[in-house]
């Protein structure tokens, strides 16, 4: 069982649409972040948010992260061709040592 | 020149051969990780350093060593591979537990 679980685990979508991708678990985060991860590389951070309920903006990206800092979201807008990926949530336990990876949810986007 | 680096990028081996998978980096980062990535599973922590004295075993640690040589590098040995093993192997570092983590490009291994 993996400690957080991503949905979708897939999605294809049109080029011009709109998007969420949600980040669950039943333990408590002191933090997260979300990483995005292109074929022939490793992940690379887009955002961390900390604080419970707290809403970040990355251009079309706009992440939350859920009063019981328990799941997070990505929500993009208007998604392009460049927005195609793996998209990995991650989370810091409180109290724990490590980062914990979500499942991952792969987007391709179809111009 | 990249931050993290890892060699080899490919390796293809057979069942009960000793492999071993390097990682460097130039982020001067105390923290240094191995992970492991198979598809719909994620990323999973094999391995983590907290500085050279200091290695701590991850989720999936049965079947693999580690050895921290220096502060920039941190190899991954698998004893006897098995195909099961097949998988990406990612290096990361970071300056503290919560921080952002700088990703290596991956090794890609087949064990047949």
């Known amino acids: 069982t993996q400690l957080l679980e991503q949905s979708p685990q897939f999605l294809s979508i049109q080029e011009g649409e709109n998007l969420t991708v949600y980040c669950n678990s039943s333990?408590?985060?002191?933090?997260l972040q979300w990483y995005r991860q292109e074929p022939g590389e490793g992940p690379v951070l887009l955002v961390t948010?900390?604080?419970?309920?707290e809403v970040k903006k990355l251009k079309r990206l706009t992440f939350q992260f859920g009063d019981a800092r328990k799941d997070s979201s990505l929500h993009i807008t208007a998604a392009q061709p460049g927005d195609t990926g793996l998209y990995l949530c991650?989370?810091?336990?409180?109290?724990?040592?490590?980062?914990?990876f979500g499942t991952g949810t792969r987007l391709t986007v179809i111009p | 020149d990249a931050d993290v680096t890892q060699t080899p990028r490919n390796r293809i081996t057979k069942t009960g051969k000793r492999i071993m998978l390097e990682c460097s980096q130039t982020?001067?980062?105390?923290?240094m990780y191995w992970y492991r990535q198979d598809p719909g599973l994620g990323l999973r922590l094999i391995y983590y350093s907290f500085d050279v004295k200091d290695i701590n075993k991850g989720e999936i640690s049965d079947g693999y060593s580690v050895s921290r040589q220096a502060q920039a590098k941190f190899s991954l040995s698998l004893e006897s591979a098995i195909p099961n093993q097949t998988a990406l192997y990612f290096c990361?570092?970071?300056?503290?537990?919560?921080?952002?983590?700088?990703f290596g490009p991956g090794t890609r291994l087949t064990v047949l």
């Open positions: 982020k001067g980062h105390d923290r």
């Open positions: 948010v900390v604080t419970g309920g």
């Open positions: 990361a570092t970071s300056e503290w537990t919560g921080s952002e983590q700088f």
């Open positions: 991650a989370g810091v336990i409180t109290g724990a040592n490590n980062l914990f």
């Open positions: 333990s408590v985060f002191s933090s």
